[in-house]
């Protein structure tokens, strides 16, 4: 036999052996199993073994503050969360996780709750320095005085969570879930719901990491306090999220970014993400403060509600954000900008996206001061004040149509715009806008074919021969560029 044969040979006979050797552990809290406390079970796993716990409710020492140390097995319940709950008693948190388990550390199907972390976060979980596997668990009703009522990640953490939510819980930063500075979580498939922080971040709080998200939704989180940001979601010190197909609605803040708050040096990058009803003061999806670029392709924005400024966005010192084929739909602000309010030396891109029934006392599209490029897109149909304002220096527009403003269109700083650069002031021939469908019709000025110049104009493509076809959200989605 040839040595690498030999080699294989040992291979394949070590991981039958290991397969093999695997053990199904039984905790029942009731008897009959092998223990009755889920933190036995795992003290008497081996690695790759399966600790499986049947239905109940299981709480007091043993049960609680359950550590793998540095043993990589299984533990799941025998009918998912709803059939088995750990219960803190709001004394201590259900997990830790130190630093040597890895993604082989699995923990599948529980309700964790009533966790309580006094002195120092992670009311639910503590993560830190390691990477274990989280799924189908429910984190709700967990509390801590400090960062991440549900979960909190740090020191080069590296978990997955799929399928899990994260509902109810309360911190001052991050009370769905807080990740520290280098790590690097990721959520597929994951939801936080009516969570609460004081300060910031009510369905998360990102501080100096990079997590991904993967169709997760963010839905009716707040924070509460007087000058807190960030209802779903609050970045700060160079936080670099990605985030593809998710969805925040009905966020709020007292404050700025209701959905999402911005800040030092984050560079978050957001598609086909849909930003509705959240509600603030400042940016009732979106606020990006400092010289910050970050990136919406193919995103939606629509009935958000800001008190005073940026109905859909709002930007300020210097930041440079891009919109690539989004839309912003029935978005309003009590003063300036209602899909988008720019100032403070903000220099935004916004190319191929569409505005549709927007308003605001001043600038019912966007309200800007220090300039904005605005490319083959489309603002229409504001409902109150003109499509465009500027306190300041005007917008460089191309291949652009804007039409049908109750402000009025190429007025103001926009006045002598319509005649340069391929812009122009016709009906779109939207499918169905009032229905959401913002596809347009096959004799829209704007499609390609009858644009030539400029190529299609605004955010979707062709989608009817008349203006009546309805779309729903979902296959819409697929009809972004």
Known sequence: MSAKLLILVLVVAVALTTAASADTIIVNGSGGGDYTLIQDGIDAASEGDTVLVM???YSGAGNRNLD?????????????ARSVTIDCGGETRGFYFGGIVTAACVVDGFTITNGYAQFGPGGGMYIYNCSPTIRNCVITANVTADWGGGVYCTGNAGPSFTGCTFSNNQAQFGAGASCAANTTPSFDGCTFSDNTAAWGGGG???????????LCDFDGNSVTDAYSHGGGMLLVEGASPTLFECDFYGNTTTSYGG???????SEPSFTSVGFGNNTAEYGAAVAINNPLSPSFDACRFYDNAAVHAGGAVQTDSGAAPTFEDCVFDGNTAGATGGAAQFEFLSIPIMNHCTLYANSAPEGSGVWCDSGLTLTNSIIAFGLVGEAVYCDGAPPFSSCSDIYGNAGGDWVGCLDELIHIENNFSED??????????????VASPCTAANAPACGLVGAWDIGCDTPVQAESWGAIKAMYR
Do not use: E, K
């Open 259 to 265: 959905a999402v708050m911005v800040s030092t040096n």
């Open 55 to 57: 239905p109940g409710t």
């Open 204 to 214: 998360i709080y990102l501080n100096g990491c990079s997590p991904s998200f993967y």
């Open 68 to 80: 793998f140390f540095a043993t990589d097995c299984v533990l799941a319940s025998s009918g998912g």
């Open 428 to 441: 779109p021939l939207f499918c169905d806008a009032p229905g959401g469908d913002f596809t347009i019709d």
